[in-house]
């Protein structure tokens, strides 16, 4: 059957932000949040498969379509893959919704595959943690990267298998 097939599916990152009440907390969502979060997110995929690299990279929509490939391996947002085999599906949920309604073999395919996925919950993953944190240094903390090397002088990665930053020292106020 060969080597298993793993699909990462970026979703649209919307942050709302509604005056409901004061006493509700605003969370602020940086790209570099964002980015951290989609390199732990395929990684966990990866692990989860017991892959230890992609072999290609599809990126969809607005997103994929208008991204820097390299400049987003750089900052760590991708897995380390060859720069060519990273490529943009375009608008594939648009793409998607007009094949499954024009075509009844293709839109019975497309029932079977939804009924094979396997949902993964990245918040009750443990590892997901670790892949965060790990992914918080740009370009990454301790993955090698040697598709990307090929292509940008980068630091080397760092021998430290856990990274965890050391606490910094808070100023004393005037009085304290």
């Known amino acids: 059957m060969g080597r298993p097939r793993a699909t990462v599916v970026v979703a649209t990152v919307r942050v ?75 608008n594939a949920a648009g793409a998607g919704a007009v094949i499954a309604l024009l075509d009844q073999t293709a839109r ?8 094979r996925i396997h949902k993964v919950e990245t918040a009750v993953e443990a590892k997901f943690q670790d892949h965060f944190v790990e992914a918080l ?3 990454h903390q301790t993955a090698a990267y040697p598709n990307l090397r090929r292509a940008v002088d980068l630091p080397p990665p760092s021998a430290t298998e856990n990274p965890r930053r050391k606490p910094r020292r808070r100023r004393k106020k005037n009085g304290e």
Not at 32 to 47: E, F, I, K, N, S
Not at 108 to 115: C, G, H, P, S, Y
């Open 16 to 90: 709302t932000v509604a005056t409901v009440a004061a006493t509700v907390p605003m969370v602020t969502v940086t790209v570099p949040m964002v980015t951290v979060a989609v390199h732990a997110g395929a990684r966990l995929l990866l692990d989860k498969l017991g892959i230890e690299r992609p072999d290609r990279i599809r990126l969809a929509g607005a997103f994929g379509a208008h991204i820097d490939v390299k400049y987003a391996l750089v900052l760590g947002m991708l897995p380390d893959c060859e720069l060519a085999h990273v490529t943009s599906a375009g």
């Open 137 to 139: 240094a740009i370009p």
């Open 108 to 115: 019975m395919e497309i029932e079977d595959l939804v009924k």
